[in-house]
């Protein structure tokens, strides 16, 4: 059993709305933080947004203000509401736990195989 899967990707138009869910288990959900990351084609992976231990959260500069993060307790849930989405949106979204507090990738320890959100314009 994988310890972080996402689920709720999928194909929207240019303006739309998406929730997506990580589900954690296997691991203590309290104390960890969560990240989302997401690749693009031909470019590298790059930080959106987290919430740490505490549900406190975090932003990219492309993202702050359209999307927010949030993490649900009982369910060992972490969620990723996206509005206003725009084509440059697109790509395989990941998402990553640790215990390091940071928007890089290199100190989250679990990952999710990912799940492929398509805005069209």
């Known amino acids: 059993q994988m310890p972080l899967v996402e689920f709720g990707g999928g194909p929207v138009q240019a303006g739309g709305s998406l929730r997506l869910s990580c589900r954690v288990s296997?691991?203590?959900?309290?104390?960890?933080?969560v990240a989302w990351f997401r690749q693009a084609p031909m470019k590298e992976r790059e930080f959106v947004a987290l919430?740490?231990?505490?549900?406190?959260?975090r932003y990219s500069d492309s993202v702050r203000g359209r999307f927010t993060v949030s993490r649900d307790e009982p369910r060992k849930t972490v969620f990723l509401q996206m509005e206003n989405l725009k084509p440059e949106d697109s790509a395989v979204y990941y998402c990553?736990?640790?215990?390091?507090?940071?928007?890089?990738?290199?100190?989250?320890?679990?990952w999710g195989p990912g799940t492929q959100v398509t805005v069209s314009a």
């Open positions: 990553a736990a640790g215990t390091i507090l940071r928007t890089t990738e290199d100190v989250y320890s679990y």
């Open positions: 296997g691991i203590p959900f309290k104390g960890i933080h």
């Open positions: 919430a740490d231990w505490d549900d406190h959260a």
